[in-house]
């Protein structure tokens, strides 16, 4: 079996183990982009999950301007259109928040921390080709989860119960999945990607988190692509120029 076929049966499981959780008020609505947008989330996996990857990139979990809309992680319509280059779209989910709803690639609001994370990548590799021929992305957990308001809720401020019943396949499938791309570095994105990568890799890869380029963390902004590369730098990771490989030590 290839690389890809591996992270496509990997996604598969944990859509379906995903599936299955149920989760309480404040949550009233949880989007799984594994499932409506199951055909770009594939496109992504079986175009660049070809080959190794030893450097893994881990965010939190799908943004709502982001994979929920196009099934990608750190999904900003304009990249993933115009540098990925991904055709497939997003369908609608069963059920929809009135106040969030799923527009694919019609929706007009960018992805500010995957303007910043595809951004870096197209700067610093020019290509996809070239990013992925090192690097992978992927989000440690594939939902969405909205208040009846509308408040976007992330994954470690859900109860301490759901919060287990949620990290086991997630844990399992980031576990599956850096082993299949015989990742040997794993940067998180943000304090808890970190935290996970850590307990979760332990005596896989080597392991350390890069701030997150969300516009909500006060350490993004303008300089985080700089962190990015002072980040992989510590991690033995060194980011190249456009005309030359990317390098591990």
């Not at 992305?137 to 949620?166: H, M």
Request: charged fraction near 20%; include cysteine.
């Amino acid at each position: 079996m290839s690389r890809a076929s591996s992270l496509v049966e990997i996604a598969q499981h944990l859509r379906s183990n995903v599936s299955r959780l149920r989760f309480d008020q404040p949550v009233c609505h949880v989007y799984n982009p594994l499932a409506y947008a199951w055909a770009p989330h594939r496109e992504y996996l079986q175009r660049y999950g070809q080959g190794r990857h030893p450097v893994l990139i881990v965010g939190m979990n799908a943004g709502y301007f982001g994979m929920a809309q196009t099934g990608i992680p750190f999904g900003d319509v304009e990249m993933v259109r115009g540098w990925l280059a991904i055709r497939a779209q997003a369908r609608k989910p069963r059920a929809e928040h009135p106040k969030r709803p799923i527009e694919a690639y019609a929706c007009r609001r960018r992805e500010i921390s995957g303007q910043r994370l595809w951004g870096w990548a197209r700067d610093r590799f020019g290509t996809p080709e070239r990013f992925f021929a090192s690097f992978f992305v992927i989000n440690y957990c594939p939902l969405c989860f909205l208040g009846v308001s509308g408040a976007i809720r992330t994954p470690d401020k859900l109860p301490a119960k759901e919060r287990e019943l949620l990290f086991a396949p997630c844990d399992r499938a980031l576990r599956e999945t850096a082993i299949a791309l015989s990742a040997r570095y794993v940067l998180g994105l943000g304090r808890f990607a970190e935290r996970r990568v850590a307990q979760v890799l332990e005596g896989i890869a080597t392991c350390s988190g890069a701030p997150h380029p969300s516009p909500a963390n006060p350490r993004a902004g303008s300089r985080w692509a700089d962190q990015m590369d002072h980040s992989l730098a510590a991690l033995g990771v060194r980011v190249p120029s456009r005309t030359s490989k990317v390098r591990t030590t």
